[in-house]
């Protein structure tokens, strides 16, 4: 194409027209829309400076419908795009929240962890507690059992002791 606007420049029209036209079977053979459309844009400016008027408005009416359509393609992808960074965006929000929810759950687990632990050292301090009292009260017991016990040995005491003196009786002196 570019050769063919070279040749139109310098006004060499038979040349201008075949490199127009091997541009455009190109074009036609790989689609593509936008090398065509510049294709058919520029041999219409040629073919209007060589005064083919009727054929220039076709090219023109083609450089026209597939320019529209790649800006409607265009438009499409655009929008695809926009819809495709909605739906990113959405799912930002929901792995957002999902996170937050998680660190939340996370943060209540710790904490019921926190409360069971402490209530769990607490049972353990008061069975502690109670072991011991219980120990000191099983020891007071076993103190009041031997004291009854001393008591009753030195009343036997006392009481042959008495026996052994010839039956007189001593008094004890307190």
């Known amino acids: 194409m570019l050769n063919g606007i070279y040749y139109s420049h310098i006004n060499k029209n038979k040349e201008a027209n075949t490199y127009f ?6 074009g036609l053979k790989y689609d593509n829309k936008s090398d065509l459309s510049y294709v058919y844009l520029e041999y219409s400016k040629f073919l209007m400076k060589i005064g083919n008027h009727k054929k220039a408005y076709e090219y023109l009416e083609l450089y026209s419908k597939i320019n529209d359509e790649l800006i409607n393609e265009e438009i499409l992808i655009k929008t695809n795009i926009a819809h ?12 957002k929240r999902v996170e937050n929810s998680y660190k939340q759950k996370q943060q209540q687990l710790k904490e019921n962890a926190a409360k069971n632990q402490r209530l769990f050292l607490i049972i353990i301090a008061l069975l502690t507690i109670f072991g011991i009292l219980l ?6 017991a076993k103190l009041k059992q031997k004291n009854k016990l001393n008591k009753i040995r030195s009343k036997l005491q006392l009481n042959v ?3 052994t003196f010839d039956g007189k009786e ?5």
């Open 21 to 26: 036209e091997n541009a455009l079977k190109f």
């Open 84 to 95: 495709l960074n909605l739906e990113l965006e959405e799912s930002k929000r929901q792995i």
């Open 135 to 140: 120990y000191f009260f099983f020891q007071n």
């Open 161 to 163: 002791i008495n026996a």
């Open 170 to 174: 001593i008094e004890r002196k307190k």
